[in-house]
């Protein structure tokens, strides 16, 4: 039998429809071998609930984030695609929402920096850096389609150089597109859409308190959505993408979503 040190185990495949077993070695130096939790389907990969959880975490809740780092500090560089290809890294988070702890905890196990993160913690001579580097960089927006300059605001008093400097620039605080609509136009376009046959396959079109009109399906992540004109849209982080309400006017019956290679057309249930 395989014996391993009281801090690793091995995990053996065992015969089909036989649970995985750990060999460990107790105090004794005897062998003990256990019956182990079936092993993730994602392994060895982090699963993405993972990675949903300490980005989500990381906007504000620092006791959990030292958890899961406590658990898997690799889950510092983690990042999770909330939609359309909005992709948030766990630092991500804490930048744009202004968590200086918990973006500097993230720094310390192995989080990449960023532009964004610079910004916020009011690091001026290194956005001046990536500005002089890679000019125009200050137009990319972060996750969700946030600004570089919303991310120094976010810092507070000890990212206002930042903030300053990148007013001068003149282009650091341009989101999406987004052409008002009113009430009664937003309404024509809430509603359920269907493009399959499970309970999944449908979009879930609403307004939000804010007056936002908002995009989910069901079991995801309700995405805000920006207007170009002509009930043409964007996803909140994902300005490749669109979506089109069908017809141009009255009460909407069908949308599409253009995202890359992939058209998804859903009727209006």
Known sequence: MTTVSRRTFVVSAAAAGV??????????????????????AAFPSHPQPLAQEIVGASHGNVARVKELLAERPALARASYDWGYGDWET?????????NREIAELLI???????IFSAAMLGQLETVKAFVAAAPGVQRIRGPHGITLLSHARAGGERAAPVAAYLQTLGDADTGHPNQPLDAAAAAELTGTYIFGTTSLDR?????????????????GSDRRLSHHGGRVFNPAGAEAVRIRFTPETGRAT????????????????
């Not at 649970?19 to 993730?40: E, H, I, S």
């Not at 766990?90 to 202004?98: N, R």
């Not at 310390?108 to 960023?114: K, L, R, S, W, Y």
Request: hydrophobic share 50%.
């Open 203 to 219: 979009f879930t079109v609403s307004v939000s308190a804010a007056g936002a009109i908002m995009i989910k399906r069901d079991g």
């Open 254 to 269: 069908a949308l599409t979503v253009n995202d890359g290679p992939l058209a998804v057309t859903a009727r209006r249930a």
């Open 19 to 40: 649970a995985p077993l750990v060999t460990l070695r107790d105090v004794t130096g005897q062998d003990a071998t256990v019956a182990a939790p079936a092993l993730p």
């Open 108 to 114: 310390a196990n192995g989080a990449h920096p960023t």
């Open 90 to 98: 766990a630092l991500g988070a804490a930048s744009h929402v202004g």
